[in-house]
């Protein structure tokens, strides 16, 4: 059997976590069995879904990687399919007219001992077809619904196993509005049928609506595909997912700094056990995954690791493919600003504690501007020491008298060492003073190394930069 999946967003709002974890697990079953990648956009409500949000969920599936093979299908520019499909279930009496009002139904549910528990009595089911067609053609308003079959509906689900839901738990649903319009469970068979959808991977929040789909393919006469439903992702409160756990859409992820392989790493961890790897390559990832080891149970969004995961990915990322990245992050803290490309032997050397691309780009500005703040508290604990400032005149003099090839981590430290020795004053705090006046800051990678990625013209003017404005008046 030739694989066929599809994913199908609902443009009501962006691409969000939850969707792009169903969305990666069907491309990965896609790719791994050579199968094809439908994406199929179920824009039916039309109040609420936009060409905006539409785009939104494209770009976050292009930025993830996520290439389609087919589509995209617009549900919405499809409902004549739909409504011919219930033409064909009414034709062979799977369906069936029901003329009740929304007040009639709303007396008989009331009516009854537990209103909460109530579901279609069937009362339009004994009217014969000449009467509800003849009814219809003279303008009384009708709805279509499914007649569920007696039998239980049941399946193998991928990741549950097997599940059943006897014809007493469910009523007969409604498959066109009285204004002709298709519903959500007839809009989707129909297209899943029309497209030859072989697995439906979705998430387990679809697990009851899968019995009354199953009564659409069996009233068609058309194989039911394979299901398999995916855990919720739960917040740290292990509470459902929301807004209220903070960021959870996949462009907002971008406009953080992370890396796309490092999203859909976590996203894939989320899903299925890959290995112990902190991250692996996309092709790797797909070499490995299988729908056997889908979690079966759900799973947490810890936000802690995917930074862990973004800081493996960006640390293993060559500067040169961060370059161009970074410029973005620095135009939103430099605006007004024409910025210097950071070279990468800044880029390399702070990196080492970058957990996102906008702290990355963060410690990149005293490589890239001058004018950059020190710290207050840095310059009240480090910048009082008269003996150490002095000792970093000298060091700074020092520094200018090596030769370009001699700009090195070791010589620079030996250098430094050799000036703290000979003022009196504790190597350490020549350190914190020159990490101050060349980041601005009391924290930052190796300050040998940060000293030599700085390079020489830009250290000697970094650092007096910092005596002028430590210096005593007068």
Known sequence: MSVRVRFAPSPTGYLHVGGARTALINWLFARKHGGIFILRVEDTDEARSTLEMTEAILDGMRWLGMNWDEGPFFQSERKELHASTARRILATEHAYRCFCTRELLEERRTACAKPEEWRYDRLCLGIPMEEAERRAGAGEPFVVRCRIPDDPLSWHDLVKGPIRFEPSELDDFVLLRSDGTPTYHLSVVSDDVEMGVTHVIRGEDHISNTPKQIALYKALGHPQPIFGHL????????????????????????????????LFNFLAQLGAYLGEEAYLPMDE?????????????????????????NYRVILDTPSSALRDLLMPFLGRILPRRTIPVPSDAAIDVMKTRAKNLRDLATMLVPFVIEDYPLDPKGLAQHATDRAALSALKLLKTGFAALQDEEWTPVKLEEILRRQADSSGVKAGALIHLCRLFLTGTTASPGIFDLVAAMGKAGTLLRLERGLRETSEPG
């Open 285 to 309: 990832i797909r070499e490995r995954f299988d729908l056997g080891s889908l979690k079966k149970s759900a799973s947490v969004f810890d936000r802690d690791k995917l930074s862990f995961i």
């Open 231 to 262: 855990p919720l992702i739960l917040g740290p409160d292990k509470k459902k997912l929301s807004k209220r756990h903070g960021v959870t859409s996949v462009m907002a992820y971008q406009d953080e700094g992370f890396l796309p392989l490092a």
